[in-house]
């Protein structure tokens, strides 16, 4: 086996710096015009997307939701099929499902989930695969109309149909492999393998302000098309600003607080409010 030159090495490790830092800065999605057609990945982002396998990563997230759920029973902590915050939230989310594949068609064959767990913190997530969890401090805190549950549920919907775990864990794995670079020589094949051993920790992921962004946008969108007012956006984080003091609340952790984030939601509204029907949707709220 021939051993690469120091040279040889250094030029390898530059190229391999200035790809991770074009998959790092590259916008993840194409904003484009108002329109009904859905938003879709740019090309960099897809191809940062592939490095980390779908089936694999919504197998791992399903184990881990299976355990989560498991340890919220033994400290009954999970909410019985009976409860009514639930069976609330279930509905909710049940009007959403079908337009889901407009952005992802894999959500058509996904096992999705919605549990509460409770627990004092503001916090939502929804893993990939479609596996989504309420706290009951949410709830308890913020006192949401439907409208505003539905922005909610529709944010963290959107952060699994747009993949950003997938691209989250594809983007620290360059960053490992880049600093391992001179004993895997832009071996990118290994990215996929080693990127399941996050798998184990999705829920302490955390999503850019380009993401947290994105699912703002396709949530009001998701949202509006089932039924639920978008506008409910602004007066729901007008809740998590009185209830978290200022401070972004745990689930948007990334995202700009105050007036700059009410101000990225209305501008969104012009766009999505043309969307929504109020009669869409089986039952009234």
């Known amino acids: 086996m021939t051993v690469p030159s120091e040279r040889y090495l250094a030029r390898a490790l530059r190229r391999l710096a200035g790809l991770v830092c074009v998959l790092l800065l590259a916008p993840a999605w194409s904003q484009g015009p108002a329109s009904d057609a ?28 299976s355990q989560l759920k498991q340890g919220a029973a033994q400290k009954r902590a999970l909410a019985p099929e009976n409860h009514p915050d639930l069976i609330r939230l279930r509905a909710i989310t049940q009007r959403m499902l079908p337009i889901a594949p407009r952005w992802n068609e894999r959500a058509r064959s996904w096992h999705w989930e919605v549990n509460l767990l409770g627990s004092a913190q503001v916090n939502a997530f929804c893993m990939p695969g479609g596996k989504i969890a309420v706290y009951s401090g949410l709830l308890k805190n913020l006192q949401p109309t439907d409208d505003e549950l539905a922005v909610v549920i529709g944010h963290e919907i959107a952060h699994a149909l747009l993949e950003h775990s997938r691209g989250r864990i594809a983007k620290d794995q360059l960053t490992q492999l880049g600093a391992t670079a001179l004993s895997h020589l832009l071996n990118l094949g290994q990215i996929g393998n080693s990127a399941l051993g996050l798998g184990a920790n999705m829920l302490s992921l955390k999503f850019s302000r380009g993401d947290e962004t994105e699912a703002d946008r396709v949530g009001l969108e ?35 607080a105050g007036n700059n984030r009410i101000r990225e939601i209305e501008a969104e509204l012009p766009r999505v409010l043309p969307l929504y029907n109020p009669t869409s949707g089986a039952q009234s709220r």
Do not use: C, F, I
């Not at 039924?227 to 990334?254: C, F, I, N």
């Open 38 to 65: 859905p938003v879709k990945p740019s090309g960099v982002d897809a191809t940062l997307r592939r490095l980390v396998p779908a089936d694999s990563l919504e197998n791992s997230a399903a184990q881990q939701y």
């Open 222 to 256: 998701l949202a509006a098309r089932a039924g639920y007012d978008p506008r409910a956006g602004v007066t729901l984080w007008q809740k998590m600003e009185r209830a978290s003091g200022g401070a972004p609340p745990e689930w948007l952790s990334s995202h700009p």
